[in-house]
Structures are given as structure tokens and as C-alpha cells.
């Protein structure tokens, strides 16, 4: 057999071109290729080659993913309701501790002889606050 004629090498025409080059064939097409059709990254299966078992294999691993899928989404459930309970009796506890400061350091400075506008607006807050709280009481959803 005759060894296939290599394209005569010739010298670039670019003094930054490097490696051979070869002249291209005018009746070949330098259009880009079509993509309309994806190229398949994995062979596809014959429908005859699938037994019943590889079936039945494949729904339960797709039963233990589901699965598992569903105890990690309970698990971020209760992780989260855990930490929004622990945000609330924090904020609770530095509310209810701010307002004893409040108080313990009006009650340190005066002694049992407030002046009438603290008395006024110590009372006007307790009572908006206990009214405030019980209109949100009553309008909570999950009642």
C-alpha cells in the first residue's frame, strides 16, 4: 500500500505562528457544527435490555433518596425551630431584664420619692404595653 501524501510544510506567513500548516480545501465546509440535537453523555438502553429487577433496583434507590431527602428537610425544620425559640426567649429575657434596670436605677436614684412625670410615664408605658401585648395576643394565627 502507497503511505498517504502529508500536506507540503511551508513557512508562515505570521512570525507568531508556530506548527505546521496546511492549505484548507475550498469545498470544505468551515460552517459550525449544528447543536440543535444534544449529544447524549451516557449510551442509551435498549427498553429490552432492562430486566425488571434493574427496575425495581432503581425505584428503591429512588425511594431511599426521597427519604433521605425527607429526614434532612425535618432535620433543617427542627434546627430551625429550635434556634427561632431560643431567639425568642432571648429576647424576652433582655427585655424583662432592660426594664428591671429601668426600674432599679429610677428606684436608685430617687428612692420612694419619683418625680411625678416618671410616675406618669413609668404608668402610661405598663399600660400600652399590657394593652399592646394583649391586642397581639388575640390576633396571634396559630390560636
Known amino acids: 500500500?502507497?503511505?498517504?501524501?502529508?500536506?507540503?510544510?511551508r513557512v508562515?506567513?505570521?512570525?507568531?505562528?508556530?506548527?505546521s500548516t496546511k492549505k484548507l480545501n475550498p469545498s470544505h465546509s468551515t460552517e459550525p457544527v449544528r447543536r440543535g440535537v444534544p449529544e447524549t453523555t451516557r449510551p442509551?438502553?435498549?427498553?429490552?435490555?432492562?430486566?425488571e429487577g434493574m427496575k425495581a433496583h432503581r425505584r428503591e434507590i429512588e425511594?431511599?433518596?426521597?427519604?433521605?431527602?425527607?429526614?434532612?428537610?425535618h432535620k433543617t425544620q427542627q434546627s430551625e425551630d429550635?434556634?427561632?425559640?431560643f431567639w425568642k426567649g432571648l429576647a424576652w429575657a433582655v427585655l424583662v431584664l432592660g426594664a428591671g434596670a429601668v426600674y432599679w436605677g429610677l428606684q436608685h436614684k430617687y428612692?420612694?420619692?419619683w418625680p411625678m412625670w416618671d410616675v406618669w410615664?413609668?404608668?402610661?408605658?405598663?399600660?400600652f404595653g399590657v394593652f399592646g401585648g394583649l391586642l397581639w395576643w388575640?390576633?396571634?394565627?396559630?390560636?
Not at 500500500?1 to 510544510?9: Q, V
Not at 425511594?63 to 428537610?73: P, T, V
Not at 388575640?138 to 390560636?143: G, H, V
Open 111 to 113: 428612692g420612694n420619692k
Open 63 to 73: 425511594r431511599r433518596k426521597r427519604q433521605a431527602a425527607i429526614e434532612k428537610l
Open 121 to 127: 410615664i413609668f404608668l402610661a408605658v405598663a399600660l
Open 12 to 19: 508562515p506567513s505570521n512570525p507568531y505562528v508556530t506548527g
Open 82 to 85: 429550635a434556634l427561632r425559640v
Open 1 to 9: 500500500m502507497a503511505e498517504p501524501k502529508k500536506p507540503d510544510s
Open 44 to 51: 442509551v438502553t435498549r427498553p429490552e435490555l432492562v430486566t
Open 138 to 143: 388575640m390576633n396571634k394565627k396559630d390560636l
